[in-house]
């Protein structure tokens, strides 16, 4: 069973995917904290992202995965607690639009789904990487709301930005997921749509899960 997350930024994706995998009692597979620890390997090494030749060799000497908790690893060292700075943030968008690296996480994204019962979430999994999955759901929030939630993750991160500056910020980064040429951001046609702008992260997980059982229901019945 494979059940697709998308959404753009702070949409609620990460926490919202976590809690219904919880619920369900399978994996839950972050694929933006892949990108986040691809673009963490690019700033540290200094890559340049026009450079399709040293891409692919960094591409190829470089290995992502999970460990425990959900820990990312970046060639096996846990980066979780360095992917979510503004510094990350501010270049994933323009580091997950290039097509050879979006093409090895999305390998490596269906060869870890193919062997679970998994929840994924991101920002093409119900259009690129499982088109054909059965349970799709497709996160919007209101601009200022998910600015308020990026407000709070930072500053539990030690860092100081105003409301105002995260509204641009998150709109700067709509406007590069969406008009990318390759897996842009947009909700699958058969994607349930859910604005999480006034709901609790316990009440969004509880419309998706009531909504899988609703269709399961369905299919037996």
Request: charged fraction near 25%; glycine fraction near 6%.
């Amino acid at each position: 069973m494979i059940i697709a997350i998308d959404g753009p930024a702070a949409s609620g994706k990460s926490t919202t995917a976590q809690g219904v995998a919880q619920r369900l009692g399978i994996m839950y597979l972050n694929t933006g904290a892949m990108y986040r620890a691809m673009t963490l390997g690019i700033v540290e090494s200094g890559l340049d992202l026009e450079d399709i030749d040293a891409v692919q060799g960094f591409i190829a000497d470089t290995v992502i995965g999970f460990g425990e908790n959900n820990q990312i690893l970046l060639n096996g060292k846990n980066v979780s607690a360095k992917v979510h700075s503004s510094a990350i943030s501010d270049k994933v968008s323009a580091v997950s639009a290039v097509p050879d690296i979006r093409k090895a996480m999305v390998q490596v994204q269906r060869e870890i789904a193919s062997k679970n019962d998994c929840v994924l979430e991101g920002r093409d999994i119900g259009t690129v990487v499982f088109p054909e999955a059965k349970f799709k759901f497709f996160l919007v929030a209101d601009v200022a709301v998910r600015a308020a939630r990026r407000m709070k993750d930072l500053e539990a991160l030690g860092e100081s930005w105003s409301l105002d500056e995260l509204i641009k910020d998150i709109l700067r980064r709509d406007e590069l997921d969406s008009t990318r040429s390759h897996s842009p951001l947009v909700r699958a046609d058969d994607a349930i749509p859910i604005d999480t702008s006034h709901l609790t992260i316990d009440e969004t997980i509880e419309k998706i899960v009531n909504k899988i059982t609703k269709i399961k229901n369905e299919e037996t019945s």
